[in-house]
């Protein structure tokens, strides 16, 4: 795949996230200027990791929007090292209202991985009912309504709908994103550690500069005042920030954009949660944290601050509710085995 086209899909397919973990992307044929109804919807997330055997299992979910779906057919492509546990899987039909589930597992992962899989995907939509969702759509002009329509009669066997999408495994986590986007476990509260996003830029200049404070205070001291001194370098670099943050990636894959927005929102969680280690026990500190998470569009934040947020509600003996908000983070990523301990602990009165 062409170093353009990765960059490309980094940024749609990490920064798209509806969780932390999964992928809802709705189809589009054609162009994007004059595309088809959406006629279907694909979800995909990270299921299982197990450390110790060296596998995972990647969970998809594919339905029809308001009409049924024939041929059906998914086969996950995985990168070496990692062996394929499944072959092509395939179905006759799929009912209005009902999904297609298929599970594809996958062997021999060594941590950490920060790659690409392909879900190549095939399903054709029902003509009938696609060509009268066209003809229902008054913005379109008698010109495009043509095009459309000889697009759905065209339509003579399975579409490809599958993703290529960022796949990042370490011993702790799983999860269908760039290593890049993720939170990493480095500040300790307890027997439990906070998550915090320390990315580095992919170029010189103010931001670069002041992530790379950042990563270098984690390194040196990571205590919560210099990290707090670093944050606000970052804050103070952004004034003079673009509209976007390009990111650098490891292992050799090309760097991709941040929206300036969504790497402001990241940052502000980062803010939180120091805030609240400089005061342990802060009903406050906790519940400004938890109203970033309840209240921002879920995104590739969502999922660590909800750890966050069971981390310091377990450190302040808030165990029913900590064990609440360690849920809502396995929600979003479910092959999180760091989390998953901590939960277990709990429920365990550890």
Not at 121 to 143: F, M, N, W
Not at 205 to 232: F, N
Not at 241 to 259: H, K, L, T
Request: with cysteine; proline share 8%.
């Amino acid at each position: 795949m062409p170093t353009t086209a990765l960059k490309c899909l980094g940024t749609i397919a990490a920064l798209a996230m509806v969780f932390v973990g999964s992928c809802l992307a709705p189809a589009n044929a054609v162009t994007p200027d004059v595309s088809l109804p959406e006629w279907h919807a694909l979800k995909m997330q990270v299921s299982e990791w197990n450390p110790a055997k060296g596998e995972v299992v990647i969970d998809a979910d594919l339905r029809g929007i308001g009409m049924p779906l024939s041929g059906l057919s998914a086969e996950l492509h995985w990168p070496k090292p990692i062996e394929s546990g499944n072959g092509r899987q395939e179905a006759a039909g799929l009912a209005v209202g009902q999904s297609w589930k298929t599970r594809h597992s996958g062997s021999g992962v060594k941590p950490p991985f920060d790659g690409w899989i392909e879900l190549e995907v095939h399903a054709k939509p029902d003509q009938a009912i696609l060509r009268g969702s066209v003809e229902r759509i008054s913005t379109y002009t008698p010109a495009m309504r043509r095009i459309m329509i000889g697009e759905v009669v065209s339509v003579k066997a399975p579409l490809s709908i599958g993703r290529n999408l960022p796949l990042y495994i370490d011993k702790d986590i799983a999860v269908l994103m760039p290593r890049a986007l993720v939170f990493t476990p480095v500040l300790k509260m307890g027997g439990r550690l906070l998550h915090l996003w320390t990315p580095q830029s992919a170029s010189d200049g103010p931001v670069g500069t002041a992530l790379s404070r950042l990563r270098t205070s984690l390194a040196v001291e990571p205590s919560a005042r210099m990290l707090d001194e670093a944050v606000k370098a970052v804050d103070d670099a952004m004034t003079a920030a673009s509209d976007s943050v390009e990111i650098r990636c490891e292992g050799g894959n090309p760097p991709f954009s941040v929206p300036l927005n969504v790497f402001r929102d990241a940052m502000s969680m980062n803010r939180a949660v120091l805030a609240a280690a400089r005061e342990p026990g802060s009903t406050i500190a906790m519940g400004r944290i938890e109203r970033l998470v309840r209240q921002a569009h879920p995104n590739f934040t969502t999922a660590f601050g909800w750890a966050n947020v069971g981390v310091l509600q377990a450190e302040a003996g808030l165990t029913p509710r900590a064990c609440e908000s360690f849920r809502e983070a396995l929600d979003q990523i479910p092959a999180w085995p760091l989390v998953r301990g901590w939960l277990t602990d709990l429920e365990k009165g550890r």
